[in-house]
């Protein structure tokens, strides 16, 4: 099964990083922990509205 959850991405660069799910590398060449990426759901406008 494919996930459709986007890639995580640098809080600096805004790119994405490899590695996962504790510890993230930038291409930048800096880690990140899982805990300073925002990885909670947020959903889509639309479905906000809807009251879904």
């Known amino acids: ?11 600096r660069h805004r790119v994405e990083v490899d590695g996962g799910p504790v510890q993230y590398w930038c291409p930048n060449g800096h880690g990140l922990t ?15 509205e809807a009251g879904a």
Do not use: G, I, K
Not at 1 to 11: E, L
Not at 35 to 40: I, P, T, V
């Open 34 to 48: 899982a805990a300073d990426l925002d990885n909670e759901f947020h959903p889509a406008p639309a479905l906000q």
């Open 1 to 11: 099964m494919v996930s459709r959850s986007p890639r995580p991405t640098c809080t």
